[in-house]
Every structure is written in structure tokens, then in C-alpha cells.
């Protein structure tokens, strides 16, 4: 095994023989990949990796020269970091930063811990909510809350993609962009 050291901590986006998006993995473990000819480097990210007997451009995408089958993996896992990035970490309720999650149905009463009764909320909403319902508020949901779907979901779940990575993955319009 060559020893690689990449000068970057970043990730590259691994690709099926299909150019299906199908994992991320460490530059590390990317480079291995291409090194051992079990993967084409697609698309080079930042910087250069050297190492006692080789030096290439460090990987963003490869791309497997062989084709593997892989069950797909279709449940997202519920967790803080999960609901945060679905919400963009912003509050269900007034949309402002989200430092909490809250049951929209309160477990007090019932509520479940599923991906269609929590959301991210901000501390201020979260407490004056209590044990109430936003109806019994006459609050109203930003969007109703739902597990997240996708090839970028699948792929990436919590993570903060690349943008080199796009063009592979159906990536939601960055947060920000739809406040213009
Ligand atoms: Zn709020």
C-alpha cells in the first residue's frame, strides 16, 4: 500500500462504473482507489499528493472501473445533525436560527420521534411552544416536515457536499439562495 498523505482533510465522491453517485470516502481512501487502478479520477480537487513514488492531483470524483452492485440504503437515519441539515438550520416557526429540535406533536402527549414530527427550531419558539400545538397557536409550519429523499440524501446524508460534486448529485439550492 502506497503511503499517502494528503495535505487536505477533504472527501471525494465516489461514482458507480454507471456514473451513479454512490459514496464519499477520504482523499485518502480515493487515491488508493485510483492508484490501484479500482477507480478513474473524474474530477481533481485542491492540491497535490506526494508520496515516495507517486504524485497526482488530489481526487473530488472517481469513478469505479468495475461495476458494483450495492442494496440500496433507502431510510436516512433521524439524527440532530440529519434534521438540521433537512431544515437548512433554520427554525420551522419564524425561520430564524435553529439551536433546538422540536416535536411538532408533543411527546408529552404522544408525539412521535419521526422524521414527520420533528423539525429544527429556534430556542424562543421551542420554549414559548411548550407542550402545545402549532394549531393550538395558530402557528403555522414553514413546510411539513418529512423524511428527506433523494440520490443527494443517499449519498451525502448530513454532509456538506463539494460543490465540484454537483454536477453528479441533485444538490438543493444552497441556504441563502432562496431568501433573494
Ligand atoms: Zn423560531
Given at each position: ?5 494528503p ?25 488508493i ?89 429556534c ?32 449519498v ?25
Open positions: 500500500m502506497p503511503d499517502i498523505r495535505t487536505v482533510g477533504s472527501s471525494a465522491l465516489v461514482l458507480n462504473a454507471t456514473y451513479e453517485p454512490l459514496c464519499v470516502v477520504s482523499v485518502r481512501r480515493a487515491t482507489l485510483v492508484l490501484t487502478s479500482k477507480a478513474e479520477c473524474v474530477s481533481d480537487g485542491d492540491g497535490i499528493l506526494h508520496s515516495a513514488h507517486h504524485t497526482l492531483p488530489v481526487p473530488s470524483v472517481v469513478r469505479l472501473t468495475r461495476y458494483v452492485k450495492v442494496p440500496y440504503r433507502t431510510h436516512v437515519g433521524l439524527s440532530r445533525r440529519a434534521i438540521f441539515a433537512r431544515d437548512g438550520g433554520r427554525c420551522a416557526y419564524c425561520r430564524g436560527s435553529a439551536e433546538t429540535i422540536d416535536h411538532v406533536f408533543p411527546r408529552s402527549r404522544g408525539g412521535l420521534h419521526a422524521w414527520e414530527n420533528v423539525v429544527a427550531a430556542a424562543k419558539c421551542n420554549h414559548s411552544k411548550g407542550d402545545k400545538t402549532p394549531a393550538e397557536l395558530g402557528w403555522r409550519l414553514h413546510a411539513a416536515p418529512a423524511a428527506p429523499r433523494g440520490v443527494a440524501w443517499r451525502l446524508g448530513h454532509r456538506t457536499p463539494d460543490p465540484r460534486w454537483a454536477d453528479w448529485l441533485d444538490l438543493p439550492k444552497p441556504v441563502g439562495a432562496e431568501a433573494a
